[in-house]
């Protein structure tokens, strides 16, 4: 480089990155800039010159920082979204620094090694069958799909047809049966597997989002042929479960393949509310993420597959100059729909090493107790009611409880505005059951008690003052 050394630019970046983490805390938890303020900073005409490493890296940081979400931090309790745990980030910067194409083990041993140790480390982690095969994906989006691609082709195999060669036209159909509270992910997964996302059979769900066991019995009697059924590990708003001991054994009776999607929530096999997920072992392929409970940094997900054959058959990329691999060999491309990818295994195996099954065990417990607390605070307040049964870490606020419909959904919707534009902690909104709610997931590594509390005040100020005035208009973006 002729614009000093690599080493000076990565502790420029670092710097960049370690200031930005210090200050996380004191800063107001949204961006400060919106989408098209960001734009704005980032907008140019093509460069016709190129910059120097140290320039480039400072503009980065000065375009990019006001645009920043605050989730990171410990009151960010937005979507589902982990805290990038410094141990991950770090690791993560070995893996960008290392340049590792993790396809193949011989192009990169050391990075399909840690993702083979990791794979196991999570099967016993999260104690599902140790025979099954791990996908590190780039999400739980991705990790659905490679689950149901497995599943679309094993169970048209049984009947006799082949849908890794012949695809889908002239195939057999293939029912599947899922909750109408399935993550919309789950529902684009299908989509892209030529499943569709409304030819599928929705079933009734009750006031926490979990599949009714009558209409799925009686939608299973209704089948057949081959058949696939997705069950839920974690409601995205409520954080329930699917009662796995009482669908599990329908499922079984009709010969379906049973997928569950536990992004976040399969994580609690992990912890002392195991109980919670009792059962899902039985079912035949699991999605979940790292980049949620377990804090790796963004683009970490894991598909997994009791029946290794045919995780291997719906995914595997072969060419003659890829060199095979043999028994005991693995090749990370096999397990997902990546050839040139990234080494995942790295952050993966960092963030396991460094908290440990303990440590693992302890966060997940203290994010449940917190919601909880957070949950009881609020209940506390006049008009501020809690939708849901607190099992895990996510839970619905709804503000001017006991006021007509319509103007609770007008307060709940400001209340959100103001507490954003407040900028103390960060909660979004969502549509439950046709009202507005404030959503509040506590799964941030940095999440401890105070911020906890400090969070739950934060919102009772919010809403006192939009009840107290009546509507407090915001000026501030609503994050849907
Ligand atoms: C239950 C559930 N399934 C799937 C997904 C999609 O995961 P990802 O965003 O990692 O692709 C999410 C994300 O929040 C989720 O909560």
Not at 209 to 220: K, L, N, P, Y
Not at 275 to 295: I, M, N
Not at 297 to 314: E, F, L, N, Q, V
Request: proline share 4%; glycine share 10%; net charge negative.
């Amino acid at each position: 480089m002729d614009d000093g050394s690599v080493g000076d630019l990565f502790r420029r970046a670092a710097e960049h990155a370690v200031r930005f983490r210090d200050t996380i805390s004191d800063r107001q938890q949204r961006p400060q800039v919106s989408y098209l303020g960001s734009l704005e900073a980032f907008r140019e005409p093509v460069p016709e010159e190129g910059a120097s490493g140290p320039e480039v890296i400072d503009a980065l940081a000065a375009k990019a920082e006001p645009g920043l979400h605050a989730m990171t931090g410990s009151r960010f309790f937005g979507w589902v979204i982990g805290g990038s745990h410094p141990v991950g980030v770090a690791a993560d910067w070995m893996t960008s620094a290392w340049g590792q194409n993790a396809g193949n083990h011989h192009a990169a041993p050391a990075a399909a090694a840690s993702e083979a140790v990791a794979a196991g480390w999570l099967l016993d982690l999260l104690d599902l069958p140790r025979e099954s095969s791990v996908g590190l994906a780039t999400g739980a989006t991705v990790a659905n799909f490679v689950c149901l691609a497995a599943a679309r082709g094993e169970v048209l195999r049984r009947v006799g047809w082949d849908a890794e060669a012949q695809g889908l036209f002239g195939a057999p159909p293939v029912t599947v049966l899922i909750g109408d509270d399935a993550h919309a992910t789950v529902f684009s997964a299908l989509q892209f597997l030529g499943f569709g996302h409304d030819r599928v059979t929705r079933l009734k769900t009750d006031e926490m989002g979990c599949i009714s066991t009558s209409d799925f019995g009686e939608a299973a009697a209704r089948v057949s042929g081959p058949s696939i059924v997705i069950l839920q590990a974690g409601q995205i708003n409520t954080g329930a479960f699917d009662d796995f001991a009482a669908l599990m054994p329908i499922a079984r009776r009709i010969g379906a393949w049973v997928h569950v999607d536990g992004a976040f929530g399969l994580w609690a096999r992990a912890s002392a509310r195991k109980r919670l997920a009792e059962g899902v072992d039985e079912a035949d392929s699991w999605a979940t993420d790292g980049h949620k409970w377990l804090q790796t940094p963004y683009d970490c997900g894991y598909a997994i597959i009791h029946d290794a054959d045919a995780h291997r058959r719906a995914m595997t990329i072969a060419a003659s100059y890829l060199p095979p691999s043999h028994e005991g060999e693995r090749d990370p491309s096999h397990f997902v729909p990546e050839l040139s990818r990234r080494a995942r295994g790295f952050a993966t195996w960092a963030m396991i090493k460094h908290l440990g099954r303990k440590g693992i065990a302890a966060m997940i417990e203290r994010h449940c107790r917190i919601a909880r607390q957070m949950a009881d605070r609020l209940r506390g307040e006049e008009g501020i009611a809690i939708l849901n049964e607190v099992v895990l870490n996510q839970f619905m606020v709804r503000f001017g409880a006991g006021r007509a419909d319509e103007e609770a959904d007008r307060l709940t919707q400001r209340t959100v505005e103001r507490l954003q534009a407040d900028g103390v902690c960060f909660a979004g909104g969502a549509n439950w059951r046709g009202r507005k709610v404030m959503r509040v997931s506590v799964i941030s590594w940095l999440t401890d008690d105070s911020a906890g509390e400090m969070a739950a005040d934060a919102i009772v100020a919010a809403w006192r003052a939009v009840s107290d005035t009546g509507d407090a208009a915001t000026g501030c973006e609503t994050v849907p």
